[in-house]
Protein backbone atom coordinates (compact mmCIF):
# COMPACT_ATOMS: atom_id res chain seq x y z
CA UNK A 1 0.00 0.00 0.00
CA UNK A 2 1.00 2.98 -1.10
CA UNK A 3 0.29 5.19 2.16
CA UNK A 4 2.04 2.52 4.76
CA UNK A 5 5.40 4.68 5.39
CA UNK A 6 5.24 8.67 4.71
CA UNK A 7 8.27 10.71 5.06
CA UNK A 8 6.53 14.13 6.64
CA UNK A 9 3.56 15.53 8.51
CA UNK A 10 0.94 17.08 6.03
CA UNK A 11 1.54 14.82 3.07
CA UNK A 12 -1.48 12.14 3.71
CA UNK A 13 -4.54 12.13 5.25
CA UNK A 14 -7.20 8.93 5.84
CA UNK A 15 -10.47 10.09 6.85
CA UNK A 16 -13.37 7.82 7.82
CA UNK A 17 -16.48 7.76 9.43
CA UNK A 18 -18.27 5.89 12.59
CA UNK A 19 -21.13 6.15 14.66
CA UNK A 20 -22.04 6.40 18.58
CA UNK A 21 -24.90 5.21 19.88
CA UNK A 22 -26.63 7.43 22.01
CA UNK A 23 -30.18 8.03 24.25
CA UNK A 24 -30.81 10.33 21.65
CA UNK A 25 -30.05 8.02 18.72
CA UNK A 26 -26.72 7.78 16.84
CA UNK A 27 -23.72 10.58 16.55
CA UNK A 28 -21.99 10.27 13.73
CA UNK A 29 -17.65 11.04 14.29
CA UNK A 30 -15.90 11.69 11.26
CA UNK A 31 -11.62 11.88 12.13
CA UNK A 32 -8.73 12.76 10.12
CA UNK A 33 -5.56 11.42 10.55
CA UNK A 34 -2.06 12.23 9.38
CA UNK A 35 -0.34 9.03 8.25
CA UNK A 36 3.14 10.58 9.38
CA UNK A 37 2.40 10.07 12.78
CA UNK A 38 -0.91 8.27 12.91
CA UNK A 39 -2.76 10.55 15.39
CA UNK A 40 -6.24 12.02 14.93
CA UNK A 41 -5.44 15.93 13.50
CA UNK A 42 -9.32 16.71 13.33
CA UNK A 43 -12.37 15.60 13.99
CA UNK A 44 -16.59 16.63 14.32
CA UNK A 45 -19.63 15.17 15.02
CA UNK A 46 -23.47 15.68 14.51
CA UNK A 47 -26.25 13.59 14.92
CA UNK A 48 -26.78 13.13 11.02
CA UNK A 49 -24.72 11.56 8.41
CA UNK A 50 -24.77 14.09 5.29
CA UNK A 51 -21.87 15.47 3.48
CA UNK A 52 -21.53 18.18 5.29
CA UNK A 53 -20.07 16.59 8.31
CA UNK A 54 -17.36 15.46 6.00
CA UNK A 55 -16.98 18.68 4.79
CA UNK A 56 -16.97 20.42 7.73
CA UNK A 57 -14.01 18.49 9.25
CA UNK A 58 -12.05 18.70 5.97
CA UNK A 59 -12.67 22.40 6.30
CA UNK A 60 -11.54 22.77 9.78
CA UNK A 61 -8.53 20.19 8.91
CA UNK A 62 -7.12 22.12 5.80
CA UNK A 63 -7.91 25.84 8.08
CA UNK A 64 -5.91 24.38 11.50
CA UNK A 65 -2.73 22.80 9.43
CA UNK A 66 -2.53 25.00 6.67
CA UNK A 67 -0.89 22.24 4.40
CA UNK A 68 2.47 23.91 2.28
CA UNK A 69 1.72 21.41 -0.57
CA UNK A 70 -0.58 19.35 -2.18
CA UNK A 71 -2.36 16.67 0.55
CA UNK A 72 -3.24 13.23 -0.64
CA UNK A 73 -6.54 12.31 1.12
CA UNK A 74 -7.32 8.66 1.54
CA UNK A 75 -11.08 7.40 2.22
CA UNK A 76 -13.19 4.69 1.35
CA UNK A 77 -16.24 4.87 -1.29
CA UNK A 78 -18.72 5.84 0.85
CA UNK A 79 -21.54 8.09 -0.10
CA UNK A 80 -20.56 11.18 1.69
CA UNK A 81 -16.97 11.14 0.36
CA UNK A 82 -17.65 10.77 -3.30
CA UNK A 83 -20.40 13.66 -3.68
CA UNK A 84 -19.77 16.52 -5.93
CA UNK A 85 -19.61 19.30 -3.09
CA UNK A 86 -16.65 17.15 -1.48
CA UNK A 87 -14.76 16.69 -5.06
CA UNK A 88 -15.15 20.51 -5.34
CA UNK A 89 -13.62 21.25 -2.29
CA UNK A 90 -11.11 19.37 -2.87
CA UNK A 91 -10.10 20.38 -5.88
CA UNK A 92 -10.00 24.01 -4.53
CA UNK A 93 -7.71 23.20 -2.17
CA UNK A 94 -5.66 21.58 -4.28
CA UNK A 95 -6.16 17.93 -2.82
CA UNK A 96 -5.82 14.89 -4.38
CA UNK A 97 -8.40 12.16 -2.99
CA UNK A 98 -7.80 8.93 -3.40
CA UNK A 99 -10.23 5.92 -2.38
CA UNK A 100 -10.12 2.21 -1.26
CA UNK A 101 -10.94 -0.38 -3.99
CA UNK A 102 -14.64 -1.67 -3.35
CA UNK A 103 -15.25 -3.71 -0.58
CA UNK A 104 -11.41 -3.57 0.87
CA UNK A 105 -11.45 -1.97 4.01
CA UNK A 106 -7.83 -2.89 4.57
CA UNK A 107 -7.24 -0.48 2.50
CA UNK A 108 -8.35 2.54 5.38
CA UNK A 109 -6.90 -0.07 8.52
CA UNK A 110 -5.12 2.81 10.07
CA UNK A 111 -8.26 4.82 11.01
CA UNK A 112 -10.39 1.21 11.34
CA UNK A 113 -7.16 0.92 14.25
CA UNK A 114 -8.20 4.33 15.86
CA UNK A 115 -12.01 3.56 15.79
CA UNK A 116 -11.68 -0.39 17.18
CA UNK A 117 -9.84 0.81 20.29
CA UNK A 118 -11.82 4.26 20.91
CA UNK A 119 -15.36 2.36 20.74
CA UNK A 120 -14.01 -0.39 23.01
CA UNK A 121 -12.22 1.87 25.47
CA UNK A 122 -14.38 4.55 25.19
CA UNK A 123 -17.72 3.46 23.97
CA UNK A 124 -19.27 0.21 24.35
CA UNK A 125 -20.78 -0.79 27.89
CA UNK A 126 -21.60 3.25 28.15
CA UNK A 127 -24.19 5.61 27.59
Not at 4 to 19: H, L, N, Q, R
Request: hydrophobic share 40%; aromatic share 14%.
Amino acid sequence: MKYAFVAEADVAWMSDITYIKTYEGFLYLAVVIDLYSRRVIDWATQSRRPTDLVLRTLLMTVWWRKPKRSILFHTDQGSQYISRDRAAFLRAQGVEHSMSRCGNWHDSAVVKSFFNPFKRERVHRRT
